[in-house]
């Protein structure tokens, strides 16, 4: 469970439960986009096999004291020693002294030759226990050759057939201009893995926002428009720092002006006032994906699966994310703006609407906005099993004939579902990820002899490719879009 920080009063103005962007590492919150998911997988599977030395490199700002700092948590959560050194400008054996302490081992001693004996009967005594050991050095752009070696020399210790400690490097990609030195190459030498962090794409940061304003609390508090997400991208080249400086700044303008719609021109604002300007050419690291991907229709999978297609699911199985609102502008109700008397017609539809799903409130004042929903539908954790959806207008019914209630911004549906409906952390076992994995069966995209109830690369790609074939945006991870459509195309349904 993540400490909850005192919110600044802007953030609670918004109903914010925690910081949606905060500017310092928050692996709690940590979201693992396809790539980043089969490298966290790798990295765990290197460090479990104890293959020695690791090495993780990625600009500034593109998340990597948060991947570091989520490894540590998984990894201590498996009972593994662990320890944590970011000051890189310690050298030699004031290095080794922080090592040693931060694993609990004796620190004492003046000499390296101490310290370094100390250090190889503590790891022994652990090897005897069963416990792996794990050394993570962030900001390791920072060591000096000698400290490089000292490193080195650690990799060394080792048992029968087995390294007594694992070392990880998370560093800036200077590093391999220290590396690529011809003293070097000892240290190079053993470097088992290899691992290149990049920014978001524009796809996945739509995804990212969506991820971190429901980890926040409130997924639906506000909306951001196509133009205003390609600004931003633009803007912070999808390196995760800038994207939450931009946005922090931009939800301060929310309270200030007293909307909960952030535009382009907000953006163009916040970036201006932040000094930055906005991008020129392609990603260095891979190209960026305007546009998004071509939606492919899901028809050819349902007769393969031997499904009828309803008539309703024809027209468009592009999902709406909630995060993006349409790019028609849509005027914002004030929040302090008095209850508007609610057309006798619009209640009666809300009174068939939620006589269908549940006792719901507002029978005399319905919503008109996705905004009030948000308001009034509590979250699940505390009991509701319902589940709000933002459709596109053109659907006229919602799986297996539910009504949809008519919005503003599109139309709204309500459901249940076994599924997970949040981005599940890589390695994660539960009886939800069953049912995910069956109902990807079912859907042709995965095979039943390898479902095993574990959130891992064959499953996040089965996924991927779901989402892609239906027109949603392929993450790789459970969202309740995906649930959503899942339950449509089941036979049982959701």
Not at 35 to 52: D, N, S, V
Not at 113 to 125: F, G, H, V
Request: aromatic residues 6%; charged residues 20%.
């Amino acid at each position: 469970m993540s400490e909850r920080l005192p919110l600044s009063a802007y953030l609670q103005n918004l109903g914010f439960e925690r910081n949606p962007f905060p500017v310092t590492p928050d692996e709690h919150g940590i979201f693992f986009s396809p790539q980043l998911a089969e490298q966290f997988t790798e990295l765990l599977h290197f460090i479990e096999q104890r293959k020695g030395f690791m090495l993780v490199t990625g600009d500034v700002g593109v998340g990597k004291s948060t991947l570091a700092r989520a490894l540590l948590t998984r990894l201590a959560e498996q009972g593994a020693c662990t320890a944590l050194v970011f000051n890189t400008f310690l050298q030699g054996a004031d290095l080794l002294r922080a090592i040693n302490r931060d694993f609990g081992a004796p620190a004492e001693g003046a000499s390296l030759e101490a310290l370094l004996q100390a250090l190889n009967t503590w790891l022994l005594l652990q090897h005897e226990e069963g416990r792996n050991c794990i050394l993570l050095l962030d900001d390791a752009q920072g060591l000096d050759i000698p400290s490089l070696e000292l490193v080195r020399q650690l990799s060394n210790l080792e048992a029968s057939q087995a390294k007594l400690l694992q070392i990880v490097m998370v560093a800036q990609p200077e590093i391999r201009l220290t590396l690529d030195r011809h003293d070097m190459r000892q240290l190079t030498s053993r470097i088992a893995l290899r691992l290149q962090l990049a920014p978001l794409t524009l796809s996945e940061l739509d995804i990212y926002l969506h991820h971190r304003l429901r980890w926040a609390g409130r997924a639906g508090v506000l909306t951001l428009d196509r133009r205003a997400l390609r600004r931003l991208h633009r803007y912070s080249s999808g390196y995760i720092r800038r994207v939450h400086i931009l946005l922090d700044r931009c939800l301060y303008g929310l309270v200030t002006s007293g909307t909960k719609r952030i535009s382009a021109s907000l953006v163009d604002t916040a970036a201006t006032e932040l000094s930055l300007k906005p991008a020129k050419g392609r990603s260095v690291y891979r190209s960026l994906l305007v546009g998004g991907a071509a939606v492919v229709s899901v028809t050819a999978i349902l007769v393969a699966a031997n499904f009828t297609v309803p008539d309703y699911l024809l027209p468009t199985l592009n999902l709406k994310w909630m995060v993006s609102s349409p790019e028609t502008e849509v005027a914002p109700v004030p929040a302090s703006a008095p209850p508007q008397p609610a057309d006798q017609q619009r209640v009666t539809e809300w009174k068939a609407f939620s006589d269908r799903h549940a006792p719901l409130p507002l029978a005399d004042n319905p919503p008109q906005h996705w905004s009030d929903v948000a308001e009034w539908l509590p979250p699940r954790s505390e009991g509701q099993p319902w589940v709000a959806l933002l459709l596109p207008n053109n659907w006229e019914y919602g799986c297996h004939n539910q009504p949809l209630y008519p919005l503003a911004e599109g139309k709204l549906a309500l459901f249940r579902s076994t599924l997970p409906i949040e981005p599940q952390p890589f390695g994660a076992e539960s009886e939800s990820i069953v049912e995910l994995q069956h109902s990807l069966v079912e859907s042709g995209v995965f095979m039943p002899e390898v479902v095993d109830g574990v959130m891992g690369p064959r499953t996040a790609n089965a996924l991927a490719q779901f989402q892609k074939q239906s027109g949603l945006l392929a993450s790789g991870q459970p969202d309740e879009e995906t649930a959503y459509l899942l339950g449509c195309l089941s036979r049982g349904g959701a």
